[in-house]
């Protein structure tokens, strides 16, 4: 089936089963591999993107739900203004050890700090709370969101 | 072959010519079916995607004064939503963490039938009913007689649910808890949850109806009029004295395989804390 969408605010186009999981069209028909397959389960966060704004785990998504809409990956955001200032505090923040969850965390924050520009720690804590991370435990993370958030105008 | 449905008629078409199965979030499904990187997810049988049906999507009041929630909402919609019972609210809240509550819809709860399923337990304390839709028509049922069992409903294979039915009830409880113990904030599956609901006289000082539910107790979502009817008609400061016998009452009712002792401790202290509570007739409604 033929299946449109907006990827990172380009229309694409591709011809697939409608029940393929994103995951695997981003990373192998696209080539954006910053999205991370960790638990194949809806569980860890590595694979989050965003679909039409919203934080979802890509693993679990099927490709059909994208149709019309716009999906973004870790490749569409880092280049923004709150992506570029979310990368810049988690490395000034000692927040990344083997960077597995990196891209999942980053699109968490993003999608957190969007909507909710100055988050308090819970809010924070809360927002990552589907992500998981082997290496930090989190409190730089944590740190390195408010951080960002901080140095948001 | 999967299809991908863009409309109510559509969806019901196909899934009347093909018995395709529904796939609404698909967070339990795509989860059953993945077989790892870079592999085409294997389901039996075709597949019928009803994302993209919008009609399925709203949450309002009908002509009689009834909230509709539409089956493809999803636990973010609801949790976010005042209109919805506190309770429903409180757990579509816990469901899984952000991402997984952008997805679960409460149909695919429902028709997933999991005794740990997080809906059920205050739907079944609501009375809230389940319309199933056909080309050939539309029926409603109790959500409580849906769900037979462990995965297993009354869904046929014609039909698609449409939404989930919640009868008035702006005055109707005083008192609502809702408690839910899992292993962890985030993507906490049920170990147990209770939810109970309590509503007085004008006076307040008869219980005027009262409703108990357990989820994670057994193979489905247990509640029991019988149980409910030992407190009904009592007074409120009565209420301590009943603990003890409802539940006892209740534990005839639930059948806990994994750890029933921890399970029925905490059934009986979270009834025991709720009626405590109440007791002293508290300006807060909602109990957690
Ligand atoms: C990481 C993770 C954490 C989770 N945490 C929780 C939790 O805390 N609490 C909880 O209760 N659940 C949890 N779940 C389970 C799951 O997310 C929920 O059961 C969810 O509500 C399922 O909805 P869905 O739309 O994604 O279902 P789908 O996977 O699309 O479908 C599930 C079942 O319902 C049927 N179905 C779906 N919609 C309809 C419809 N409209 N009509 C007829 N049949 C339909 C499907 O055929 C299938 O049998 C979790 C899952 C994951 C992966
Ligand atoms: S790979 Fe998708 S959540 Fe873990
Ligand atoms: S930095 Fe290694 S998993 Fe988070």
Redesign the interface.
């Known amino acids: 089936?033929k299946i449109d969408f907006n990827l990172n605010g380009v229309q694409v186009s591709v011809d697939k089963?409608?029940?393929?999981?994103l995951i695997?069209v981003l990373?192998?028909d696209f080539g954006l591999t910053g999205t991370k397959?960790g638990c194949?389960?809806?569980?860890c966060?590595a694979c989050?993107v965003l679909?039409d704004g919203?934080?979802?785990?890509s693993?679990?998504?099927?490709l059909?739900?994208a149709?019309?809409s716009r999906v973004d990956t870790i490749e569409g955001i880092r280049d923004t203004k709150l992506g570029s200032i979310i990368i810049e505090s988690f490395a000034n923040g000692g927040a990344v050890q083997c960077g597995f969850c990196i891209p999942g965390m980053v699109i968490?924050a993003y999608?957190l700090l969007s909507s909710n520009p100055h988050p308090t720690e819970d809010e924070v804590r809360?927002?990552i709370?589907?992500?998981l991370c082997r290496c930090t435990g989190y409190d730089l993370i944590v740190s390195s969101i408010l951080d960002a958030s901080r140095r948001l105008a | 072959m999967n299809y991908v449905a863009f409309s109510l008629k559509q969806a019901l078409e196909i899934r009347k010519a093909t018995k395709a199965r529904v796939m609404a979030g698909g967070t339990d499904l795509m989860v059953s079916a993945q077989r790892g990187e870079g592999m085409m997810p294997r389901f039996e049988g075709d597949m019928l995607l009803i994302s993209h049906v919008d009609e399925l999507r709203h949450i309002g009041f009908n002509a009689s004064g009834e909230l509709e929630i539409g089956a493809l909402c999803t636990s973010a919609q609801i949790a976010g939503d005042s209109r919805v019972p506190w309770a429903l609210r409180a757990a579509a809240s816990r469901m899984g963490a952000v991402a997984l509550r952008n997805c679960a819809t409460i149909g695919g709860n429902i028709a997933n039938a999991s005794p740990k399923g997080d809906l059920p337990g205050p739907l079944y304390a609501l009375d809230a009913r389940v319309r199933l839709l056909s080309v050939d028509g539309a029926e409603e049922m109790l959500v409580s007689d849906f769900i037979l069992g462990l995965k297993k409903t009354k869904l046929k294979d014609d039909q698609i649910i449409g939404a989930i039915i919640i009868p008035k009830m702006d005055e109707w409880f005083d008192y609502i808890f809702w408690h839910k113990i899992g292993t962890r904030r985030a993507n906490a599956i049920s170990k147990l949850t209770v939810t109970m609901a309590i509503k007085l006289d004008q006076q307040r000082k008869i219980v005027e109806d009262f409703r108990l539910s357990a989820t994670a107790c057994g193979a489905k979502t247990n509640r029991s009029r019988e149980v409910e009817s030992l407190v009904i008609g009592k007074k409120v400061q009565e209420l301590e004295d009943l603990v003890a016998p409802v539940q006892e009452a209740f534990d005839k009712v639930i059948s806990p395989r994994a750890m029933p002792v921890f399970r029925r401790t905490a059934t009986k202290n979270m009834i025991a804390d709720f009626f405590s509570r109440v007791a002293r007739l508290p300006e807060e409604r909602n109990m957690e």
């Open positions: 089936m089963d409608p029940l393929s999981r695997d990373r192998e397959e194949s389960e809806g569980e966060g989050s679909l919203k934080l979802v785990t693993c679990l998504v099927p059909g739900s149709i019309g968490s999608c809360l927002a709370s589907g992500n």
